[in-house]
Structures are given as structure tokens and as C-alpha cells.
């Protein structure tokens, strides 16, 4: 089985302007990504899918593989699958670009899962310890089932732990925070245009849910951690403060 591992880089950001070019440790947020990316042995390809020149310009200098595709894509996923039937590989794994400190050890694991034949989409998630980080929703949470398959995800605290107080719930039940790090069989991605629309994906703004609903199976890989994307300009305080000299 052939694998490769792709980028989305999508130019526009609301929170954090050029978030993926902004300078991180001397090199832009996408290179650190790319690099990381790049570094995970039995890979067939690394690719950025680029939506904007200066993006695609700037990638091209540090050495990766670039296609420009259509800025109109509402999603990573959705811009991988335009070009699905180009890539050289059978299963797909997305990496955000602004995921600088990726773990490549998970990435790794993905692939592996792939090679066994787990499932058109494999996916990760991680335990949640935190009260607060459980509330917050903007940490999508998983539920899973006996053989790690997703059941739902929601951006509200699930499972719902009916007569206990919330503020002793992670004391009784497992609660699993998800990392948006995708893995995809490429027949999924060229069937992806053809799915109907998610009433739930829309309701709770989660493209996976979507998935779920048109009956496909994601599997889902436990993590150590979750991984310091960048979306805000705290997050890239964080990150220079990780990556600066000692």
C-alpha cells in the first residue's frame, strides 16, 4: 500500500492572519509542519495543497511538492478530495498546516493502521483530564465503542453523566478529546463529492459527523496528548516560547 501524507494550506485565517506564514523559530509555521511531516520513514509522498500564490511562492523556497487548488473549498478535506485521483497514494493522511509540532510517532501509527485495513478514515484522540478543557468547546470531544470506532462527536461535554455533578464526571467515565488528524482510503475521498449532506455536521459545524451519518466507519488511534495547533495569537506565543533557545 502506497501512502501519502498531505497538507491543506489554506491562506485566509480570521483568528491569526497568515497564521502559516508567519515566522516561527526562523522558518513559517507550514515549514515546521512539512518538516515534520517529511520526516516519517515509508511515505510515498508529502504534498502541500496550497489556495493562494504567496503561500505556494514561499512553500516552493523550502523545498516541498505544491498544487494550487480551488480557494473555494470549505474544508481540508473536501480540498484533498479535488484531487484525489492524483496522488500517488491508497490511503491519504491530512495534516493541518498549522500543526507545527505534529506527532510523527501518531502520524506513523496511522499508517501502520492503514496497512492492516482498519477502516476508510482512521482518526486519533487522546483522554481528557482536565474539568475545564472537557467544557470547552472548542476541543471536540469522541465517543467511542468496544473495537475504538467513533460513535458521535460533539463539541459539548459527552458522555452525558446523568445524575452525578458535572464537576466529578472524569471521575466516572472516560471522556476523549479528538485530534484533527485524518487518515483516508482514496475510493472514500473520490466517493466524499457524492455523500449526501449532514444534518448533524451542519448543526454542530463538525465535517467527520457527516461521515458518521452516511454510514462510514472511523476508527480511532489513542494518542498520548493532544497536539499545540496554531489558531490564535496565544497559541503562537506558546509556540515560540517552545521553540526558543533555553
Avoid at 34 to 43: E, T
Avoid at 52 to 69: I, N, R, S
Avoid at 72 to 95: H, P
Wanted: charged share 25%.
Amino acid at each position: 500500500m502506497k501512502i501519502s501524507i498531505v497538507i491543506p494550506a489554506r491562506f485566509a485565517s480570521t483568528r491569526l492572519p497568515r497564521k502559516l506564514l508567519l515566522d516561527l523559530a526562523g522558518h513559517p509555521v507550514l515549514y515546521h509542519t512539512w518538516k515534520r511531516a517529511s520526516s516519517i520513514h515509508g511515505i510515498d509522498e508529502v504534498l502541500i495543497l496550497a489556495d493562494y500564490e504567496e503561500v505556494a511562492d514561499v512553500a516552493q523556497k523550502f523545498g516541498a511538492t505544491v498544487w494550487m487548488t480551488d480557494p473555494q473549498c470549505s474544508s481540508g478535506t473536501e480540498r484533498i478530495a479535488s484531487v484525489a485521483d492524483r496522488f500517488a497514494g491508497d490511503f491519504i493522511i491530512n495534516v493541518q498546516g498549522d500543526e507545527p509540532f505534529i506527532d510523527t510517532q501518531l502520524l506513523a501509527a496511522i499508517a501502520n493502521d492503514a496497512r492492516k485495513g482498519n477502516g476508510d478514515i482512521i482518526t486519533a484522540a487522546y483522554r481528557i483530564s482536565e474539568l475545564s478543557e472537557l467544557e470547552n468547546p472548542n476541543r471536540v470531544k469522541v465517543v467511542l465503542g468496544h473495537q475504538r470506532e467513533a460513535l458521535y462527536f460533539s463539541r459539548n461535554p459527552i458522555p452525558f453523566v446523568r445524575d452525578v455533578e458535572k464537576k466529578y464526571w472524569l471521575q466516572y467515565s472516560t471522556f476523549w478529546g479528538h485530534i484533527g488528524v485524518y487518515g483516508y482510503s482514496k475510493s472514500f475521498l473520490q466517493d466524499l463529492p457524492h455523500l449526501p449532506p449532514g444534518i448533524l455536521s451542519e448543526t454542530e459545524k463538525l465535517e467527520q459527523l457527516q461521515f458518521l451519518e452516511a454510514g462510514k466507519r472511523i476508527h480511532v488511534l489513542e494518542a498520548s496528548k493532544p497536539t499545540l495547533g496554531i489558531d490564535t495569537a496565544e497559541d503562537m506565543e506558546r509556540a515560540r516560547k517552545l521553540l526558543s533557545p533555553s
